[in-house]
Each structure stands twice: as structure tokens, then as C-alpha cells.
């Protein structure tokens, strides 16, 4: 026991996927990211290849060549697929292998798992089956914004080192700016946490609006719109399993009113693709979009880069949270207070999805 | 299993304070540590955040929000407490949670663990409790000699991958010095090693004394004092259980008396608090103090400067002890030479006090 | 268990040598290493001090004090042996201690074990044995190349955190050169790859030959010797226990039989020492000898250069093999191709040993 304990010292046994919800899309990254290399990446314990072939198609497969275990993300992209880098066995994105140098006969057993993957909007998807190579059942995820000419976008992407469901608590309660974004996209913390949050569900989906009239504009909102000392700002967030969509912002006082989805004002609409990597590590793969004042100079660039740091600033108080879950262990309970409603909400719904999925593995077995 | 040791891996688990000596003080800082920041340390391996309020009273809380569990020690210090750095809940020196922002109740459990704090002789004194909460029942050690106009002093602290006890090991047989301090506080190996160590026990404190006439006087001391071409050299030790105070130092020969208490000459005074973090590691605090000769300029800095240099000497021979202690393994047995004595009493005194501690703690099971 | 994983943590715990062949010569290291310093290593879990007495003579013993556990290695090289750096004890080649400063009796017990080593072509061997303290039954292996005046020769050692087998799969199948090494030694992936194979054995030998003729000449070969668009290119390998001879080089066409051992032409030999360290990491010790075309300027330096760079390509590619064998677990099987006979063959050797050294220490128990 001691012994393999050392073995696997820092490495992550990777295998068994079904800790997370399965037959569900999750995000595997953006399309900007697959250039003219192979991308290693784990998804729900699984280890993946991700690459575009020179023929244009994004694929994913398991990321092992199954002659001597290299990973598939050491090699090399060609026309019809990837080749491995050590005696150059090439790989067609149905994971079958198509070419072994210096043999004629392939055996049928040359080959690799291969995942069903789609690319819409700018975001590459990836299908996790409950059952290996069994199909899709339902399309993927739309959002139109990355489209939207109304609107510019960037994106980035932030390994965590702890479990996803940590972000999605943090992302469904934005009372923690005042306390943690104080730089960027804080405002005023007391009126964050007063001001009244209205959770609403419907099937596995949570919605979370905030209406702050009256606000100090942050930051962030003042380099992109010329507002005053007031404006009237708003928080709306939509959970999916897969991702979460917010859409805040604030018009000037007096204008348009904030609960109105047709109001003016400055606009950043966040994309927050949240992938398990294991039990205890994950991908957020982010993107914000915004729109630009008429008399502003472009700033998306600088909105950007402070989305980049407000997220930078999440990661460290989400990743010392995990830390100290795990060094005090189960027995430290958690005491719920006003503002946890929306993620408690988004708990159950995991919570609920696991058992089901459990129960049908067992009635399986 | 397994699963289980990937969690955790890196990462020190916290909890069970019982395989240490408890209902005693232990060293938790210097004062001059205390700033307007908040100090994560892990005493006996329970995670605690020192702080002092912008009143002035120094705490130490159990580091750990009850709300979600970030560490109290990344949020801010008030007046009145500590602020988590999430959803800014603030706490008082008590453990109580004085303020949830924007909710009115405050639930009387939102608190958290609270411990006994003593601020003397510019020295932070915690104290570890075997029960949860009970009362310190006697009083923190005195250290007079850093509030001495004889002296000045500089502390401190070296943070140790290695057991408590092989530092005591390491300060009750001062003959070491001959052969890791050979730059500084060395001197002549041979005449360490072959003078005579006179070692005394009173109850729980054990006491090491070694005189060296006629020694050659390391660099340390001919920096600091004009001495010629030999010293006579003493070495007092006393050990107790949370700190060593070593009092060393050389008269010219010819003069004073070596084992007379009213000796002039260079004087060097070392507090050596020496807390357990875990099973495994622990903390050093250590500050050093000396007398100035009346003819030469003032250099407690430069003995700080080489008695840090000294203890690092140390603590790079001491992990690598322990490094290799862990991997040979329990059945590497010690073979004791003339000079253990004295840290053979003390790891006696260790063993009693947990034996005692732990028929109690089944006596009350 | 937790508690004890925790403790163990990024450590290597030392002890059974039993889970690899034994009665064994395995390479220590080069003679060119041992200067005025002890060198500490780790041989098929065994921690060694290497060093030479300041009467030149090499030495291992087991790298612990006796007394208090600190390694040798962190000592110092005196005439007669090795000191201990924390009180000075100071132990001969045989592992016997003989002096303990300040005191007269030195007990039997005050001693380490000790391993019979051999310098030979500038090699240090060290003998593993089955039963502690028994002497080598046969001579250490030869290899007169490093003192053949043909040839000059470098030579360079890696730490792998892989086992030892891995790197025999390599250096077995030299058909990974146009995938790996394209920048120095690699040439036409195609050619390699369709080239016929000739694996033989004799007893625990297994020799593996390459002829291309019609190559192209690679980059490390056109610096060092006058070839055209095309060479006549062999590569013959042999396996032993301990280590690999491979000769590579190549002849102009139309000038001497690739298969004759007397052909001119450019002669790379290299020497590979693969020591186990654990059972998951490994020590390799290798060489390189070239000759010297009479009208090129000499160019051992560039060769052993371009040799070093070649061989960390060969490193990042096992260490990435074997970190994914890792991760995807025991159930990742390995595919058999064309070119894996040879390292087949060495696999079934070092699996016999084994069995055959289980079988006895059964017998035995």
C-alpha cells in the first residue's frame, strides 16, 4: 500500500468518469486555442488529445497511443489525423489507426477511444458518454454572443486546483466582489449585500437576478462608460450544468429601467464553462464579451485583461478555501447564510443528477 | 484509499492535537511579528490565525471561516477582530462572529474556536489546551533577558521539515558545533568533544553545562570582543519543554570564573522556543541576545547576521537527518555516543509527559 | 495509513533490493566523477555513499550514520574515509567506524554496510548482492573502448523518474530515431522503420542489428566525417543486464561491408549504464566514443554535445511514457509491433532472473 501510494505520488490515477454527471456536453475548450498542436487536456478523469487535423476537423481521443503509451499530445497533427511520437503510429480522429511505419497488416485492436465533439460559437464541446462510443442525445449548448456583432469578446482559461463545484458557489453569489474584486468590478459591499436576490428554477436550470439602483460603478465600468457617481447596475446569472451564463451591468439613473432585458447601458456578458478534470481539480474556461460606448475609445482589450485578473483573484480565494476543506477535513461543517440560496440550489441539482446516475448504473450492474 | 491519498497529497491533514504535551504554553511568535496583517501558523497541528485588533489585543482563532471555510487569515484585520476575506463575516478575539453583512441574525453558531494568547517579554505565548476552551492553569514562562538594558537582541523564526525533538537533540549537544559551525560560533572540535558535560535534571527541566578553558575563540567571538589567542569558553543549557535558553559566552583567561553566574566577558543569550507544527514539522523561534564591549562598536546586528547563518547551519543538517531517517526507516536504529546524554533526558521527559497525558485520555474514554 | 502516507510524502522509502536482479555488477557511476566530495545515489533502494579515500581508493557504504542517522554524504573525504558532518564520526572503506571524537572505546556495532565496487575502463561498478556482505562471485564487466586510442570519448549521467525497463525498450528499438532525434542522429523515419531487424541471443545477451545502406546521413554524422547525399549505415546493439554496448557508424557506398566489425567509415560507440534506483526511477550513466576523419578537425566535444541533447529527447519522451502508463493504470494494455522483439526478449531475460530469484529467497524462507 505504501508503496503504490509512492508510485503515484502527484500523479492522477485517471478512470472512472462516473463521479460527474455523464451524457452531457461540457466545454473542452475554445476554437482560438487549437492551433497546429495537439492539446493534452483531462476531462472528467479522462485523459484526451484535443487537435484540429490539417483537414480541419476538431478531434478528440484518448490520449495513449496504445503501442507503448506515450501520449497522443506528444506527437504530431497531420492531414488525417494525429501521429504519435515515438515510432510514428498515426491516428484518424475515429481513433482508429491508420498507418504503423514498416508494417503492412493492422490490427484491428490499433486503436484508441475517440469522443464525439462539436464546434459552435467559438466553443469546442465535448460529449461524455455514460456508456463508451455510445452517441450524443441532444444538441449542444447554443450562445449566440460570441457572434453577436453588438458585442467584442476574449477569452482565457484557469486550471484549478479544487473541485468545480467551488466556482459555481462563487459565480451564483456575486455578493463577494465588494470583498474580493475591490479593484475591478467591486463596487459598494454593503449595498452587494443588502440588496435583494431573487433565485428562481426551472428544471436543471437556476437564475439568479440582482437589481442594485443607486450603485458606486466599479472600476471596470468607469474605464469602459462615462457614468457619474451613481448608476443603476444589475446582475442576472444562469446556471447550467455545464456552464454558467452573466449578463450584469448598469445603465446611467434615470434612463432605461434595469429589469428590462432591452435596456441600454454598458453591457459584459460572461461565459463560464466549468469542466471537472478529477474529483479535486477542474477547467474554467471563461470568455467576456461587452459592448462599446459611442464616444469611448475600444476597450474591450482592457475589459478583457481586468476580467482576467478578477478571475485570477477567485481562483486564489477558491483555491485556499479547498486547501482548507481538505486540511480540516469533513468533520468542519459549513453554516449556510443568506446568500447561499443560488448555489445551494445548483448543489441539488448536481446532487440530484449523481443519484439518479447512480441508481440506473446499479440497476445496470 | 487510494482516491484518498491523491486528495490529500501535499497537503498536511489537521486535527488531532493529542500527540503532543497539552495544558502547556508553546511559542507562537515574536511581538515585532505582529503587524496589520493577520499570520496563518499551525500549532501542534491546529491551524490558527494570530492577529492583534486595531485595539491592541493580540488572538489567535481557529483559521477557518464557518461559512464556507476560507482561511480567516487571507481576510483583513478591524478593530474589533478579523474580517474573512469572502462574504465578510467579521470575528472578535473570542471565537464570536460579531457581524454577517446584510443579515440581521447572527446565529449563535457562527463561531469559531478561540485560544488562550499571552504577550511577555515581547514573546506571543499560546496556550494548548487538552480540553476545548478550558483556562490556562498556570502561568506563560518569563524570559527577562529581552527587557535587560545589558543586552540587545534580534529574533527570528526558521520553519523546520523535521520532528520537534531532533532540534532539542540538536541544542542540548553544543559539541556539533566543532563540525557544522566551523564559520561562526565553532571553535576547536576536538576540545568540544573531549570536554567534560556536566548534565542535571530538576523535575521537568534538564540542564547541560560544559566548560572549555584555554579554547581557541571562533569567529563570532573575536568579532564582537578582543579577544587574544584563547578564551575560557562555557556553555549553560536548560531545557524546557516549549523552549531552550542557552547561555554561552568566554571571559579572557585569567579573569573571572567560568562557572561563576556573575562572570563578565562576552556574553551570548539564545531563546530557542521550539513549537510542533504536525507529526513532522515544527517552528523555530529564536532570537539572540549580547552585551557590548565598552571599547568596541556596537555589532548585535552582525551577531543576528552569523547566529541566523548558525541556525540554518542547523536546520540544513537536521532535514537531511530526518529526510534520511524517513527513508531508511524504523528498523535503522540509533547508536548512542558520550555526548547524548542530555537530549536523552529530555526525550525522556517527552515520553513521560505523553504518557501520562494519554492514560488520562483513556482513563476518561 | 493516511497519517503515514502524509509522512512519507515525495519520499522514497529505502529497503528491499529484491525486486530487481541481484549477484549483479551494476555501473555506479564514471571515475571522472569522484573528486574530493562524497557523492550520495541510490542503487536498487539502497542508499549509497560513493567516495575515494584521499588514498585514492573507491568506496560505498550504506549513506547513514550510526548514530544519528545523518547521511555520509553530507561528511567530508579524509584519508582514511569518510567523516559524518554532525559529531564527526569517521568510518573506513570496510564501513567500520574508527574514531568517535571525545571517546576512547568504539563500540563493535559502530559500523555501516559496505558494497564491493570495482574502477575499471574508467567505470565504477558496484556489486549488489543477494545476501548482505557477500563477496562478487564473477568479474565486473569490460569496456575497453573507453581505452582504445582509436577513440575519444564524453560522458554524462541522467536521473530518470521511470524505471530502468523503459529505457532498455528504447535503446532496443532504434527505429524511434526519425521520430525523436531528427535534429542530430534521427535520419529517414521510413528507411529505419522498413529496415530488416536481426535479433539474436546468447544466453542473457540479446544482440539486435540494423543495416540501411542508402541512408541518409543524419546531422551529427555530416559534422564529423566527409559523407555525401548517402551512407551505408549500421546499428548493432547489445543488451546486458547492466547495461547496453551499441555501435552505430557508416561507410561511404561502395567502400566496406556494412556487416564487416573491421569497416572503416564514422564509429559512434556508445555505452549505456542503467542502474535501477527505485522501482519507479532509474540512474543513467552512458558514453560516447567516436574517431576522428584525418582531414576533419576533431570534434569528440561536438558529438558528446549533440549525444547529450539526444539522449534528453530520449528522457522527456519515457518520462512522458511512463507518466501516462501511470495515470491510465495497470488496465492500459501494450500493443506489440514490428520493432519490438529485441526489447521483448531483454524483458523476458530480466522477468526470468526475477522469478528465478524468487523461487531461491522462497526456498530460502
Redesign the interface.
Known amino acids: 500500500?505504501?508503496?503504490?501510494?509512492?508510485?503515484?505520488?502527484?500523479?492522477?490515477?485517471?478512470?472512472d468518469s462516473h463521479a460527474f454527471p455523464l451524457d452531457q456536453w461540457y466545454v473542452a475548450g475554445f476554437s482560438s486555442e487549437l492551433g497546429d498542436k495537439p492539446i493534452a487536456r483531462t476531462f472528467l478523469n479522462q485523459?484526451v488529445v484535443l487537435f484540429r487535423t490539417g483537414e480541419g476537423q476538431v478531434a478528440a481521443l484518448e490520449?495513449?497511443c496504445?503501442?507503448?503509451?506515450?501520449?497522443l499530445s506528444?506527437g504530431t497533427v497531420e492531414g488525417a489525423g494525429v501521429r504519435?511520437?515515438?515510432?510514428?503510429?498515426l491516428y484518424a480522429p475515429s481513433g482508429q489507426c491508420i498507418e504503423?511505419?514498416?508494417?503492412e497488416r493492422i490490427?484491428a485492436?490499433?486503436r484508441v477511444k475517440a469522443y464525439a465533439v462539436v464546434e459552435k460559437n467559438q466553443i469546442i464541446w465535448i460529449w461524455m458518454p455514460k456508456t463508451e462510443g455510445a452517441e450524443p442525445t441532444k444538441s449542444a449548448p447554443d450562445y449566440p454572443h460570441h457572434d453577436d456583432p453588438l458585442y467584442k469578446f476574449g477569452s482565457g482559461n484557469y486550471h484549478y486546483n479544487a473541485p468545480w463545484q467551488l466556482i459555481h458557489?462563487n459565480l451564483l453569489?456575486l455578493?463577494?466582489l465588494?470583498?474580493?474584486h475591490l479593484k475591478t468590478i467591486g463596487g459598494n459591499?454593503?449595498l452587494?449585500?443588502?440588496a435583494e436576490m431573487n433565485v428562481t428554477q426551472e428544471g436543471e436550470q437556476v437564475r439568479v437576478v440582482r437589481l442594485m439602483p443607486g450603485s458606486t460603478p466599479p472600476p471596470t465600468y468607469k474605464a469602459a462608460w462615462p457614468f457619474g457617481d451613481t448608476c443603476d447596475r444589475w446582475q442576472e446569472i444562469e446556471f447550467d450544468l455545464s456552464h454558467l451564463r452573466i449578463w450584469t451591468g448598469a445603465v446611467e439613473p434615470g434612463t432605461d429601467a434595469i429589469d428590462d432585458p432591452h435596456r441600454g447601458g454598458f453591457h459584459m456578458r460572461g461565459f463560464h464553462g466549468i469542466t471537472p478534470e478529477t474529483?479535486?481539480t477542474c477547467h474554467y474556461f471563461w470568455s467576456m464579451a461587452s459592448n462599446k460606448h459611442p464616444d469611448m475609445p475600444e476597450n474591450i482589450d482592457e475589459v478583457v485583461r481586468q476580467t482576467a485578473f478578477t478571475f485570477d483573484e477567485d481562483r486564489l480565494?477558491i483555491e485556499?478555501?479547498y486547501?482548507?476543506?481538505?486540511?480540516?477535513?469533513e468533520q468542519?461543517?459549513?453554516?449556510?447564510?443568506?446568500?447561499d440560496v443560488g448555489a445551494n440550489r445548483a448543489r441539488r441539482i448536481v446532487s440530484k443528477l449523481l443519484e439518479q446516475q447512480q441508481a440506473t448504473d446499479m440497476a445496470a450492474a
Chains 1, 2, 3 share one sequence.
Open positions: 500500500m505504501t508503496t503504490h501510494c509512492i508510485a503515484i505520488n502527484n500523479i492522477q490515477r485517471i478512470g485523459k490520449d495513449r496504445c503501442h507503448r503509451s506515450l501520449p506528444c504519435c511520437g515515438y515510432h510514428g503510429m504503423i511505419p514498416g508494417q490490427p485492436k490499433a458557489d453569489d455578493s463577494h465588494g470583498y474580493v459591499a454593503r452587494h449585500m443588502n474529483a479535486t480565494v485556499a478555501q486547501r482548507n476543506m481538505l486540511e480540516f477535513g468542519a461543517k459549513w453554516l449556510d447564510i443568506h446568500v
